[in-house]
């Protein structure tokens, strides 16, 4: 699967002002510390591929939701230091992504430099797609660099907008692998094509599901989305979560995969309590058997057992959702466990979605995976088969 669109490498960067928006929409802890730098990192081919083109590399990105007003909490300014120990160079930092202030940063910049621009969100005009904010924007540089994936499915000015303003234009390197991987995976699966789902809610995942059923050899169901289906079954779920208002969609779903030859997985056993928060008494007990007033939080053993036993054969894995309440340690079980089961595979492995991607960092399993995608939402639109306006936006190959 090969991306049709320009990238970086198509464009002539020498000398030129490239302006790259980046997804650095990191975690921050309450004194304003970067807890996870995956984003940061995942943009570093990008960036040092313009320095050593000798390019002056213009980043932008959003950060949180400033809902369009300065927020100095939701401020780039520990990316910039971040970014400069990664880099191993010198980070300039404007404080304001357009204006007086960012243009005289801009013209003093020499080849090589590096410039992060402060929050594009601190202006409404970023989530408008405002077209004045989108020029002010394009006017900082020569061309333009989308490497966000990300915030691809965002029909925002420094994603969809700035491309009209500025048509040297080009996709990044993180962003033709994701959409290489993931497009690839779903297009021209290697066979048995395996889908694990899992989450809260089927309503967030109904365009996949019904995508990817078209496509895939197996369907495994965990996290809190099983219980819509246990109950849609006729089975006893307890106080789990469960979507009534899904019953019937889920019904349909499990129908139409088993008349089109598709295994379907669920939950045969999991792990129950008393109430979701922590301390609780829990038991495991079978799918038939959830107590009246308990909780689902996770998938027991025998059905970490029977996915594994499903994953044994596949040759390509999709993972997008944990299989149960994972942030707490009682219901961790079954999303670890899939995890090791995912990275023991001899398949090209997928994980999609900044969930996922946590579980399985926190399972040390993350440098067995083929692929860990850095959008969530995103990564649900492409595997939904949609359209995504960051993608679209850029300018196509030549043939």
């Given at each position: 699967m090969h991306l049709n669109k320009v990238t970086i490498e198509d464009l002539p960067l020498r000398g030129k002002r490239v302006i790259i928006r980046a997804d650095f929409n990191v975690p921050l802890d309450e004194s304003g510390h970067i807890t996870d730098d995956t984003r940061i990192r995942g943009t570093l081919p990008t960036i040092n591929y313009a320095v050593d083109e000798g390019a002056r590399v213009i980043l932008c990105s959003h950060l949180?939701?400033?809902?369009?007003?300065?927020?100095?909490?939701?401020?780039?300014?520990?990316?910039?230091?971040?970014?400069?120990?990664?880099?191993?160079?010198?980070?300039?930092?404007?404080?304001?992504?357009?204006?007086?202030?960012?243009?005289?940063?801009?013209?003093k910049m020499?080849?090589?430099?590096?410039?992060?621009?402060?929050?594009?969100?601190?202006?409404?005009?970023?989530?408008?797609?405002?077209?004045?904010?989108?020029?002010?924007?394009?006017?900082?540089?020569?061309?333009?660099?989308?490497?966000a994936f990300g915030a691809a499915h965002r029909n925002h000015a420094s994603v969809s907008g700035i491309t009209k303003y500025l048509p040297m234009a080009g996709a990044g390197f993180l962003m033709r692998k994701e959409i290489e991987y993931l497009e690839g995976a779903v297009a021209d699966p290697m066979r048995p094509f395996v889908a694990i789902l899992g989450g809260a809610k089927v309503s967030g995942k109904i365009g996949v599901i019904e995508n990817l059923g078209k496509k895939v050899n197996k369907v495994i169901i965990g996290g809190g989305m099983a219980f819509t289906f246990l109950k849609a079954m006729g089975l006893e779920?307890?106080?789990s979560l469960v979507e009534d208002g899904m019953l019937s969609f889920a019904k349909e779903i499990y129908e139409h995969a088993v008349g089109r030859g598709v295994k379907f997985y669920l939950p045969v056993d999991c792990v129950v309590a008393t109430s979701p928060s922590p301390g609780e008494e829990t038991k495991i007990v079978t799918s038939q058997e959830i107590p009246k007033g308990w909780y689902g939080l996770d998938i027991g053993p025998a059905s970490v057992k029977l996915f594994t036993e499903a994953l044994g054969n596949a040759k390509t894995i999709l993972w997008n959702g944990p299989m149960g309440l994972f942030e707490n340690d009682a219901?961790?079980?079954?999303?670890?466990?899939?995890?090791?089961?995912?990275?023991?595979?001899?398949?090209?492995?997928?994980?999609?979605?900044?969930?996922?991607?946590?579980?399985?960092?926190?399972?040390?399993?993350?440098?067995?995976?083929?692929?860990?995608?850095t959008g969530g939402g995103a990564a649900l639109e492409l595997l939904e088969g949609k359209a995504l306006p960051g993608i679209a936006a850029l300018p196509s190959k030549p043939t």
């Open positions: 949180g939701r400033p809902k369009g007003k300065v927020d100095p909490r939701l401020s780039l300014a520990p990316v910039a230091r971040r970014l400069q120990r990664l880099l191993g160079k010198e980070v300039l930092f404007a404080e304001d992504c357009i204006g007086a202030q960012a243009e005289t940063l801009v013209n020499k080849p090589g430099d590096v410039l992060l621009l402060e929050n594009l969100r601190f202006h409404a005009g970023e989530e408008q797609n405002d077209d004045q904010f989108a020029k002010a924007l394009a006017s900082l540089a020569d061309a333009y660099v989308n490497d779920v307890g106080n219901y961790a079980r079954g999303t670890m466990a899939v995890a090791h089961a995912v990275a023991d595979a001899y398949a090209l492995t997928i994980v999609g979605g900044a969930d996922t991607a946590l579980a399985v960092h926190k399972a040390g399993v993350s440098e067995s995976m083929s692929f860990i995608s």
